[in-house]
């Protein structure tokens, strides 16, 4: 008898963003009340990414700076929770568990992201109108 295919387990949760416009006050607000502080930053096409590490997990404050994903999502939806980021193993298998679960994917197949780590979204549809994110952060070598 054949085995059933393994599940693909979360690893916990990577990050936890929330979108805002510019100016960086969420980052403020966070350091002011919680004493926490960036570790990281990043400036992509349209969005500056900054990271809060709050234990093993982080609070990624997204500002939008320009026209892009960022913008766009505040447009429609205000500033905000903007997804959460669950760490697997092998991205690339749990993208074909999960197109073959019939999960609606942004991203087919894993992309370079924040930190140079893997990563591909899935549409909220799929996810009770939740934006989620998945990342790998210990990827194998990839072409």
């Not at 004493?35 to 939008?64: K, T, Y």
């Not at 905000?80 to 994917?105: K, M, P, Q, S, Y």
Request: net charge negative; hydrophobic share 45%; glycine share 12%.
């Amino acid at each position: 008898m054949a085995e059933a295919p393994a599940v693909p387990v979360l690893r916990r949760i990577h990050h936890v963003a929330f979108a805002e416009e510019e100016g960086a006050a969420l980052v403020g607000r966070l350091q002011e009340l919680f004493g926490v502080e960036v570790d990281s930053e990043e400036r992509a096409p349209g969005f500056v990414e900054r990271m809060l590490p709050v234990g093993d997990c982080h609070l990624q404050a997204l500002e939008a700076t320009g026209d892009g994903v960022v913008r766009s999502s505040l447009a429609r939806r205000g500033p905000g929770l903007h997804h959460i980021a669950f760490e697997v193993d092998d991205l690339a298998a749990v993208l074909r568990h999960l197109a073959d679960n019939g999960v609606e994917l942004i991203d087919p197949s894993p992309r370079r992201g924040g930190g140079g780590h893997w990563i591909a979204f899935t549409h909220p549809r799929s996810f009770g109108g939740v934006l989620v994110e998945l990342v790998e952060t210990s990827p194998p070598a990839r072409t």
